[in-house]
């Protein structure tokens, strides 16, 4: 199990950090009524759990990674162990075995991952080649959203187009990129006849700041891009 009761608080395996399948591979393991109410993020409030209870608390500097978009694995381990590469085959330990955490801890964490009930939208954004959290799907986004990170800018893409260009005061044009490679999808060429530079942090204030898109709407063109052909 990723955890076990122990009274009053759940236990942590400071060895899962070493293994592709610890932590139960990512899966929630048996909890009180309110910690289960969190089981489709569960590896993101794994993944707080172990940066701030488990590697503050081991005898070793670890330092930790978290992939926890993947099903089936672990979604957080330990990069390096005393700055040496896990990679490397070399064999760890590390102590103590077990940290112990609070349910009422578990909770806490559990509640400030709850996801926002809408995705925010910045128009600043469009002006950068960096922009949309660089193409990356957020990490706040519910579970159901997260099972789209192969082709999250695709989606992002579309909600750009469906939602935040429509919503923009100013006069825009804008180019669709390549959803295949990185960074943000969508750019904008020029506000009011005035050329953007793509590279340089935007100076043009475009108005609304933010526009708000309910998850249930990305879910939906989440859920169109999938069925499409041109995603297959």
Request: charged share 25%; with cysteine.
């Amino acid at each position: 199990m990723i955890l076990q009761e122990a009274g009053a608080a759940v236990e942590l395996r400071s060895a899962d950090l070493l293994s592709e399948q610890g932590f139960d591979g990512g899966r929630r393991p048996g909890a009180p009524s309110e910690v289960a109410e969190h089981p489709a993020y569960w590896p993101r409030v794994l993944g707080r759990l172990v940066e701030e209870f488990m590697v503050p608390a081991l005898n070793q500097p670890v330092e930790v990674v978290q992939d926890w978009p993947s099903t089936g694995y672990n979604p957080v381990y330990a990069a390096t162990v005393r700055g040496i590469d896990v990679g490397t085959g070399a064999e760890f330990t590390l102590t103590p075995e077990v940290i112990r955490v609070p349910w009422s801890e578990v909770l806490r964490v559990a509640n400030e991952c709850r996801p926002a009930p809408d995705l925010e939208l910045r128009t600043a954004d469009l002006l950068y080649k960096y922009g949309f959290e660089d193409g990356d799907i957020p990490e706040d986004a519910p579970a159901e959203i997260l099972e789209h990170p192969a082709y999250w800018r695709q989606v992002l893409a579309e909600i750009i187009q469906q939602h935040l260009i429509p919503a923009v005061h100013q006069s825009m044009d804008w180019k669709l990129m390549s959803t295949s490679l990185l960074h943000n999808p969508i750019r904008v060429l020029s506000v009011d006849e005035v050329p953007v530079d793509w590279t340089e942090k935007p100076s043009i204030a475009l108005t609304p700041e933010v526009i708000r898109v309910p998850w249930s709407e990305v879910l939906r063109v989440a859920d169109e891009c999938a069925a499409s052909s041109w995603l297959a």
